[in-house]
């Protein structure tokens, strides 16, 4: 059982940063594909971003491309959103999720492909 714990979240002003990170329990981190997910306020969760375990592969959702970047250090078990030029949209609470997924390359952007996911941090952008 792979447990996820997000932090970084918080109130910022639109045009600013805020690095979201994500640790993971498991010592084989390294061969888990992970992604990051959001939920605005009353809608459902949509896809942000995904790195494959290798860091060799990274996919963006279009909204965020340019803006977010996804990062991961294998040595401390944790990925990382770096989000920069946020925007109101932005406003959502953000999920980390981890696939065992040992092909070095692999990253994907369904949700249902993923196996662990944490419990979540709110990011609010204000205008």
């Known amino acids: 059982q792979v447990q996820l714990v997000e932090s970084g979240g918080g109130l910022v002003q639109a045009g600013g940063p805020l690095r979201l990170s994500c640790a993971a329990s498991e010592r084989t981190f390294s061969v888990y594909t992970m992604g990051w997910f959001r939920q605005p306020p009353g809608k459902e969760r949509v896809f942000v971003a995904t790195i494959s375990w290798s860091a060799v592969s990274t996919y963006y959702a279009d909204s965020v491309k340019g803006r977010f970047t996804i990062s991961r250090d294998n040595a401390k078990n944790t990925v990382y959103l770096q989000m920069n030029s946020l925007k109101p949209e932005d406003t959502a609470v953000y999920y980390c999720?981890?696939?065992?997924?040992?092909?070095?390359?692999?990253?994907?952007?369904?949700?249902?492909?993923?196996?662990?996911w944490g419990q979540g941090t709110q990011v609010t952008v204000s205008s």
């Open positions: 999720a981890a696939r065992y997924d040992s092909r070095n390359y692999y990253y994907t952007q369904n949700s249902y492909e993923y196996d662990y």
